[in-house]
Every structure is written in structure tokens, then in C-alpha cells.
């Protein structure tokens, strides 16, 4: 986003930001929000930041708001014009969320495959289960 230049955004558009993010600093994503905002003000862009919040904890804290805002276009609920900004207080305490982590999940089911290419690998492994763990990873290489 920070890179759009004050271009207009395609559709709807939810920004959450952490103001206590160390890695995504809020001071950048509100210059280029308002920056959006004030060339476009027709943007459908709601922005909301969570105080004390950091880079990977907003998502926590902004959960309940980025599902159901997920859910809504998905459902067909229209979002007005306009640009929306709002601090959102924090409806537990900060410490609750989880700290910043140094690590990141690269596909949900990872370990699913792996587990599945053990038991291909396993020698005591039927050819019948060894037959339907090729046709799944077959399946599942082709959407990498």
C-alpha cells in the first residue's frame, strides 16, 4: 500500500495496523493512508489501528473484526464510500497477546503432508496406502 502513490484502490480495502509495530511502522501506513484518502476520498478504506499493538499481534487483536469483514464481502454487504479511520481500544490487556515472533507458518498443512510422506516412506506401508499417498501428493504438487 505504501507503495500505491496516492493511486485509487480497486474495491474495499481494511487496514489494520499495530501502533506499536516495530516492523511496519503506524507513522508510514497513516501517511499513505491519508494520502490515499485525500486524492481518493470516494475510497472504500477503513483503517483501524490498535494501540500498544505490535507487527504480528494485530491480527490477534483485529481478529473477530478481519473475519467478519471477510465474511461480509463474501456475503455481498456493500461498503460505503469513504475513508473510515478508528482507534480501536484493546479489549483485553496487551500483555495477553502473543509477543512478536521470529518465525511464520509457510502452508497450514505441512505438516499434513509430511506425516503423509512418512507413511508413504514407512515399510509398513501397504502398496494400496503407498498407491493413495502418491495420488494425494500428486494433488497437492500441483497447486505449488
Given at each position: 500500500m505504501t507503495k500505491n502513490g496516492d493511486q485509487p484502490i480497486a474495491g474495499p480495502m481494511l487496514v489494520l495496523q499495530?501502533?506499536?509495530d516495530?516492523?511496519?511502522?503506524?507513522?508510514?501506513?497513516d501517511q499513505a493512508v491519508e494520502g490515499i484518502c485525500a486524492a481518493h476520498p470516494e475510497s472504500k478504506l477503513q483503517y483501524l489501528t490498535y494501540p500498544g499493538v505490535e507487527h504480528v499481534p494485530v491480527m490477534y487483536a483485529a481478529q473477530r473484526t478481519w473475519l467478519?469483514?471477510?465474511a461480509d464481502r463474501f456475503a455481498g454487504t456493500e461498503v460505503e464510500d469513504g475513508c473510515v479511520q478508528e482507534r480501536?481500544?484493546?479489549?483485553?490487556?496487551?500483555?495477553?497477546y502473543q509477543v512478536e515472533v521470529n518465525w511464520f507458518i509457510e502452508y497450514a498443512t505441512q505438516a499434513y503432508q509430511l506425516a503423509n510422506l512418512l507413511l508413504l516412506l514407512s515399510p509398513l506401508a501397504t502398496a494400496e496406502r503407498r498407491s493413495s499417498r502418491l495420488l494425494?501428493?500428486?494433488?497437492?504438487?500441483q497447486y505449488v
Amino acid at each position: 500500500m505504501t507503495k500505491n502513490g496516492d493511486q485509487p484502490i480497486a474495491g474495499p480495502m481494511l487496514v489494520l495496523q499495530g501502533e506499536s509495530d516495530r516492523s511496519v511502522k503506524a507513522a508510514v501506513t497513516d501517511q499513505a493512508v491519508e494520502g490515499i484518502c485525500a486524492a481518493h476520498p470516494e475510497s472504500k478504506l477503513q483503517y483501524l489501528t490498535y494501540p500498544g499493538v505490535e507487527h504480528v499481534p494485530v491480527m490477534y487483536a483485529a481478529q473477530r473484526t478481519w473475519l467478519d469483514w471477510i465474511a461480509d464481502r463474501f456475503a455481498g454487504t456493500e461498503v460505503e464510500d469513504g475513508c473510515v479511520q478508528e482507534r480501536v481500544p484493546s479489549a483485553r490487556d496487551y500483555g495477553e497477546y502473543q509477543v512478536e515472533v521470529n518465525w511464520f507458518i509457510e502452508y497450514a498443512t505441512q505438516a499434513y503432508q509430511l506425516a503423509n510422506l512418512l507413511l508413504l516412506l514407512s515399510p509398513l506401508a501397504t502398496a494400496e496406502r503407498r498407491s493413495s499417498r502418491l495420488l494425494q501428493w500428486r494433488k497437492l504438487l500441483q497447486y505449488v
